[in-house]
């Protein structure tokens, strides 16, 4: 286990930034999943904790040392690959043995050792397969053993589950907070996934454009962003986005209009900017509804533009007049065929940004 910080952190290659003063804390013991969108930067940082891509500027401090210039071999991190890269002509014993084997450790040790990891991977009767013989979640399985074997003070897993089906990857998934939680060791994991993040995540940290946009629980960054792209990067379906003007501001409530082109609405709000005049309001599926009429205030006129059913929820994709997209999650059965509806808000579940994107938060 090892705490690790990173300080100022940024990273280059030819005249692209890729990595822009990064700064991180992350306690001993945590799971952390580096979260963005592709080429964000998140493999990048990963790959410089590990020491495979050097870190000329800025500090990384493994247990208060500073590592930047330590060989990977002798940071004390194991890194798990997308690939699983893992030797085709060893078995998975010698495979999950190879680097104990490399660093001469005696053979009842090593067997100790790998059977230990086997146990806690339920790989007992697969050891003596090779790759080829193995599934893809197998597979994986021995990467992360012979990460285990090596008793890193961090484990660092690059997409490790991108290669698996769907219902291999929530097993896998499940299987990682397990071993999470029986081995206690410091995690750093990157994804493109925000469910997975959510679900492994004791921290979360979303990246984009070589830049930590926020970082905390995965319910904090879903409840409280701090602004519209993390608003809209967490979530599924995404937070739906509404233009509006601000109408009137009064001490504990502001209204807003425009809103789809001409629905008002008034929100409980604290110490609302003057001056400001424009703003987005995001909105969560679980705070919209379809209504009958417009006669409540935030009230929007909408077409549907199509109508997902998932079994234990509908989703109704709609069209506001103004060309903005609005995703309600519906318990009213079969909406298919409507091409008309009414969209509530709840002002309860409206979040504000700024034309800049950034978070207008009540004080
Ligand atoms: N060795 C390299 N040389 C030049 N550019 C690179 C190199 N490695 C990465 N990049 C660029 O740096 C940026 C960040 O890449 P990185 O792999 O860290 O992104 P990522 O967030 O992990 O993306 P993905 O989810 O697609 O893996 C990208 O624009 C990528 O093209």
Do not use: W
Request: glycine share 10%; hydrophobic share 45%; charged share 25%.
């Amino acid at each position: 286990m090892a705490d690790l910080q990173i300080i100022n952190v940024s990273k280059s290659y030819g005249t692209v930034e890729v990595l822009r003063g990064v700064n991180l804390s992350i306690a001993s013991g945590e799971f952390v999943v580096f979260v963005g969108p592709s080429g964000c930067g998140k493999s990048t940082l990963l790959r410089m904790i590990s020491g495979l891509e050097d870190a000329p500027l800025g500090e990384i401090r493994l247990d208060g040392k500073v590592v930047n210039k330590v060989d990977p071999a002798k940071r004390g991190v194991a890194m798990v690959f997308q690939s699983y890269a893992l030797y085709p002509h060893m078995t998975a014993f010698q495979n999950m043995a190879f680097s104990l084997t490399m660093a001469r450790e005696p053979k009842a040790v090593i067997k100790e050792k790998v059977d230990r990891a086997a146990a806690i991977l339920r790989l007992e009767k697969l050891l003596d397969r090779r790759p080829g013989e193995l599934s893809g979640g197998q597979k994986q399985r021995v990467a992360i053993g012979r990460a285990i074997v090596r008793e890193p003070k961090v484990f660092l897993f690059d997409e490790p589950l991108s290669n698996l089906d769907a219902e291999l990857r929530v097993q896998m998934r499940a299987e990682l907070i397990q071993l999470h939680a029986k081995l206690g060791t410091t995690m750093i994991y990157v994804t493109h996934d925000q469910v997975e993040a959510m679900t492994l995540a004791d921290k979360m940290v979303v990246m984009n454009g070589g830049i930590i946009q926020q970082c905390g629980t995965p319910l904090d960054l879903y409840d409280d962003p701090d602004n519209r792209f993390v608003a809209g990067f967490i979530g599924s379906p995404k937070m739906s986005f509404i233009k509006a003007k601000v109408e009137n501001v009064r001490g504990e409530a502001i209204t807003l209009s425009g809103l789809g082109g001409r629905a008002t609405v008034e929100l409980p709000f604290c110490g609302f900017a003057p001056g400001v005049r424009e703003v987005e309001v995001g909105v969560r599926t679980e705070h919209l509804e379809i209504a009958g009429d417009d006669s409540a205030t935030g009230t929007v006129a909408a077409k549907v533009a199509f109508v997902e059913e998932l079994g234990d929820a509908t989703f109704i994709h709609t069209d506001l007049p103004t060309g903005e997209r609005v995703v309600v999650r519906s318990n009213m059965a079969r909406h298919k065929g409507s091409t008309e509806c009414f969209v509530r808000l709840d002002p309860a579940g409206v979040l504000l940004f700024g034309m800049d994107g950034e978070r207008i938060r009540s004080a």
